[in-house]
């Protein structure tokens, strides 16, 4: 009894403490709750000396708290009882939130900048005349191999995954959009097609890629490249550029037939309260310099043409990252498509991962 | 007095209420919305005819009797010998010591042994083997499975032995049976108990393992909770993924039910 | 004599250091009641479980049937035991308790129910088969746990405590009904009891144990009549006990007077102790008594009243009286030469019934 008594007090006044100090912490880095942006991020999305470098120009403090997908930042954003200012939501996401009225339109007179953005990325579907969204990063949706046991001849196109050589061989990212869309490029069809033979071919299709399938999951399939796991994977550019900056055995292709074209865009939630922070934080972030600055740390491409300018030659000439033009055309964004149709989406997905020979 | 009790019991009542009843209410409710938002009887007339989901609960149900099997297969016996060791207490807890530590990092201890470059690889390769693919089998995730559950069943039995008077085991010595008798006669029979609530314990939670399922079988094992995790954090149809919800808590009522006590039924001799 | 069914020979127990059986002898014979008598932790229940099989002797020999069986697992010994607690295996009901030796034994379905009514019959617990073991009352249990071992037809039946649990009223019961089994059946039982009327009620002869040591044996009467030492007197009925000194052959001085008494065989001027009954204490007029004391207290028991006296030396006197007394009167105590039990410190049973040999017939 009196070990319990004394183990219950070790652990209250342990909490107490790291309360207290935590509490301290915060109370000296905040100066007053107006003067805060809070900032609706993905994990390690943004260079925190940005975040210091912003604080000592405007006098803005930012709160960072991250998402681990956009579904769940979806749902966080429209329970309500959270006073974001600013989110990162995918460019289908954008769709839903805007149709979802969860967004705030961009006061285009605050705004400075904007032409620093590639015309190229902008006034895109999801988002015409950039009404509500400033594009952060973009990237592709690629395929990573392992130069050791692949010869890059080898996985130039997505078809040549079906090569009977790569048995037990391919890892996948654990998205029913991502993995559905290229098997949909692959016949040539559209990333946001809704016709429902063209998907049950491109299950059918993945069904014969089974074989070849090594694991399908998620941010695991860095380390697992890293650690030389497998020799092929399918993955993300931005995690792609983790992968290779730590194994220089490890490319990535983006494939010319087509892909996936994604953005990630700065976005005013409809929860949103510091206006002039929030502007002052996008102007910021928009300056070349700024930009720059966050995506060598990110290491994700950046939609800012002038930062890109300002990257290193290697960095901004690598056409893995920057695709040539005649690649770029034939990227596809995913739009947001009906809820029953991400349900078949889904569904067919979920098929093809219970698929067994 | 009655008062007081009433005062004492509210507590209780109110936690059964709150986080037990209004749950559970709650799910079952939710199960009746389409995804948009509309009363519907659908999610469930699309579980009972998809054919994806009937076979993702064959799978659920048939790897949860493989995890619950192997975890008994190797957690009675260790029980048993815990019970006639002689630091028992010092070796129950080197048992319970690894649910201490996240089962995230487990798994991922298990990716470090597992992995093409890891310490089985290696050992197989230095005994002239060769490396062999692991993870993202059948059998490495029924492996790290079952040891991630088996504390959860040694616990319940080596109680349940614990608790056996030795005069039950004198006594069968006694009338004439030899070790294994006694064994299968008695001493199983009489643990049976644990051996209930250790089932319990892991075969319910094991059908709706969704994360070993992704870091160990590479996806390449899909229960239940990959489906109600893709419900809940891709498609958001949360009808849908309620229903199966509702689907694994009938599944659990069921399993409780069927290794619950039963009242012995009386045996008819011809006197 | 009947030949010896169980003999124990220079049986030692040892746990570590502790030494909880010391060179037991003991000679079993078949178809006899025996008691194995002493207070808790004597070591009685060892004895038991030592025949039984779930205690191996550290020395000496174990003997079934002039077979040595100190290696025999229990599992195979002609002898069955009922447990202190019954050990009624709580998730069979009554028949396949009883039955349960037989199953194991592989012996015919049709052979088996035979036995098990049989059994069930002798213990009158007929029509109680398909009971469970929880809806049973205590003395039910008991009669279960001895139909259980009977069924196997044992040569020996040992019985740990065996009716300890049960309340006063069905105890007495149970001793008439096992001593009645036990004449009916014929087979040999050991019974281990820490209760002295109960080793008296029932037994043919009486082991009495302490501390490890069988101190005496006999029949009930011969222990009670005539203890070897202090320890077997204090425990077996209730007694007086003095120091005195053996004057000569059959007189013994005690509370300063001397007294006529029907012992011999020991030195002159011996230190002793004297042993008399209560019971043998008759209360007489002051005059007519050997002995003049002071009633204190009196307690009525049923059948008798127990007084409590003393004498002008301050000793006190324990005295079962059929007539009620008055408290402070003054009395005398009468008793015969042969009420009068003189034991020697020391003396071991050997000695002291070679002592008897000397002077008796």
Request: hydrophobic share 40%.
């Amino acid at each position: 009894m009196k070990k319990l008594v004394a183990a219950i007090t070790t652990i209250l006044v342990f909490c107490g403490l790291l309360a207290f100090t935590s509490d301290r912490l915060a109370k000296s880095q905040v100066k007053s709750q107006s003067n805060t942006l809070t900032l609706y991020n993905w994990g390690d999305y943004i260079d925190p000396a940005l975040l210091k470098k912003f604080q000592k120009e405007t006098g803005y403090h930012v709160s960072v708290e991250t998402f681990d997908s956009n579904e769940a930042m979806y749902t966080k954003i429209k329970q309500g009882g959270t006073s974001y200012d600013l989110a990162v939501p995918s460019d289908y996401m954008i769709q839903k939130m805007k149709a979802a009225h969860l967004l705030v339109p961009l006061d285009k007179s605050k705004l400075h900048g904007m032409n620093n953005i590639s015309p190229q990325f902008r006034n895109l579907e999801f988002d015409r005349h950039n009404q509500y969204s400033v594009p952060y990063f973009w990237g592709t949706l690629g395929i990573i191999y392992n130069d050791k046991t692949v010869k890059a001849s080898q996985v130039q196109h997505w078809k040549q995954l079906w090569n009977p050589r790569f048995k037990d061989s391919i890892m996948l990212v654990d998205s029913a959009r991502d993995v559905m869309g290229f098997a949909l490029i692959r016949d040539g069809d559209s990333v946001n097609t809704k016709n429902i033979k063209q998907l049950n071919a491109a299950k059918k299709r993945l069904d014969s890629l089974t074989p070849n399938v090594k694991a399908i999951v998620a941010d695991e399939i860095k380390m697992y490249m890293i650690e030389n796991e497998a020799p092929i994977a399918v993955d993300w550019s931005g995690e792609a550029s983790e992968m290779l900056s730590q194994n220089s055995h490890l490319h990535y292709v983006v494939p010319s037939e087509g892909s996936n074209l994604w953005f990630d865009n700065l976005v005013i939630p409809k929860t949103a309260k510091h206006y002039k922070a929030i502007y002052a934080f996008l102007n910021f972030m928009l300056k070349p310099e700024n930009a720059a600055q966050n995506a060598e740390y990110v290491g994700y491409a950046t939609p800012n043409e002038q930062a890109k300018a300002l990257l290193p030659a290697s960095v901004r000439n690598d056409k893995q990252f920057y695709p040539d033009a005649e690649t770029m055309k034939h990227l596809q964004i995913y739009n947001n498509l009906s809820p029953e149709l991400i349900g078949t989406y889904n569904e067919l997905y979920l098929e093809f991962k219970m698929y067994r020979n | 007095m009655k008062r007081k009790q009433v005062l004492f019991e509210m507590p209780y009542f109110f936690w059964l209420a709150f986080f037990v009843i209004a749950p559970i209410l709650l799910i079952a409710y939710q199960s009746f919305f389409n995804i948009r938002g509309q009363f519907t009887l659908g999610n469930y007339a699309t579980y009972f005819t998809s054919a994806t989901y009937l076979r993702m609960t064959l799978n659920s149900v048939w790897y949860a009797f493989l995890i619950t099997l192997f975890t008994l297969l190797i957690s009675y016996p260790t029980a048993y010998f815990l019970h006639y060791t002689k630091h028992k207490q010092l070796w129950l807890l080197l048992i319970i010591l690894p649910t201490w530590i996240n089962l995230l990092l487990k798994a991922y201890a298990f990716i470090g042994i597992f992995s093409q470059d890891g310490s089985v690889n290696q050992f197989l390769t230095f005994i002239g083997i060769g490396p062999q693919q692991i993870l993202f089998t059948d059998a490495s995730f029924l492996f790290v499975a079952t040891y991630i559950q088996i504390p959860f069943m040694i616990l319940p039995i080596f109680n349940a032995i614990e608790d056996l008077q030795p005069s039950y085991i004198n006594a069968s010595r006694d009338l004439g049976a030899n070790n294994w008798q006694t064994f299968t006669r008695i001493i199983f029979p009489m643990t049976m108990s644990g051996v209930k609530a250790g089932v319990q314990a892991v075969f319910i939670p094991s059908l709706s393992l969704f994360m070993l399922t992704r870091l160990i079988g590479g996806n390449r094992v899909i229960t239940l909770g990959t489906a109600i995790e893709e419900h809940f954090l891709v498609t958001m149809n949360w009808g849908m993924g309620s229903t199966i919800g509702v689907v694994l808590i009938i599944a659990m009522f069921i399993i409780m039910s069927l290794t619950g006590e039963h009242k012995k039924k009386g045996r008819k001799h011809n006197d | 004599m009947s030949k010896p069914i169980i003999t124990l020979k220079h049986v030692y127990k040892n746990y570590g250091d502790t030494n909880v059986l010391h060179d037991i002898n003991m000679t079993l014979e078949a178809g006899k009641f025996y008691t194995l008598l002493g207070p808790s932790g004597s070591g009685k229940t060892t004895i038991l479980r030592t025949i039984g099989g779930f205690v191996t002797p550290s020395s000496g020999d174990v003997l079934f049937d002039g077979q040595r069986i100190n290696d025999l697992p229990a599992n195979k010994r002609q002898v069955n035991t009922i447990f202190q607690d019954y050990a009624l295996f709580p998730h069979m009901d009554v028949y396949d308790n009883v039955a349960f030796g037989l199953t194991i034994r592989k012996t015919p379905k049709e052979v088996i129910e035979k036995k098990v009514l049989r059994a069930l019959k002798l213990v009158q617990l007929s029509g109680y088969e398909d009971r469970s073991i929880s809806e049973l009352s205590g003395g039910q249990q008991q009669r279960v746990a001895i139909a259980r071992a009977l069924v196997n037809e044992p040569q020996v039946l040992l019985l740990d405590e065996a009716l300890s649990a049960l309340d006063m009223k069905l105890r007495k019961e149970m001793q008439v009904e096992l001593r009645d089994l036990q004449q009916r059946l014929g087979i040999t039982f050991l019974f281990v009891t820490h209760d002295q009327e109960e080793a008296l009620a029932m037994s043919d002869e009486i082991f009495v144990m302490d501390d490890g040591k069988i101190l005496q044996s006999g029949t009930p009467v011969d222990i009670y009549d005539e203890p070897v030492n202090h320890f077997v007197a204090n425990f077996i009925g209730e007694s007086n006990i003095v120091p005195g000194k053996m004057l000569s052959d059959y007189r013994v001085e005690f509370v300063n007077k001397v007294f006529e008494c029907a012992d011999a065989g020991m030195k002159p001027d011996e230190n002793v102790e004297v042993v008399l009954r209560p019971e043998d204490l008759d209360i007489v007029a002051p005059d007519a008594g050997k002995l003049v004391v002071t009633i204190d207290t009196q307690l009525f028991r049923g059948d008798y009243y127990e007084v409590i006296a003393y004498d002008d030396d301050h000793n006190e006197w324990l005295i079962h009286s059929t007539n009620p007394t008055k408290d402070d009167q003054r009395v005398g105590l009468f008793f015969e030469p042969e009420d009068i039990h003189v034991m020697r410190y020391g003396e071991s049973e050997q000695a002291f019934d070679a002592r008897l040999e000397t002077y008796e017939d």
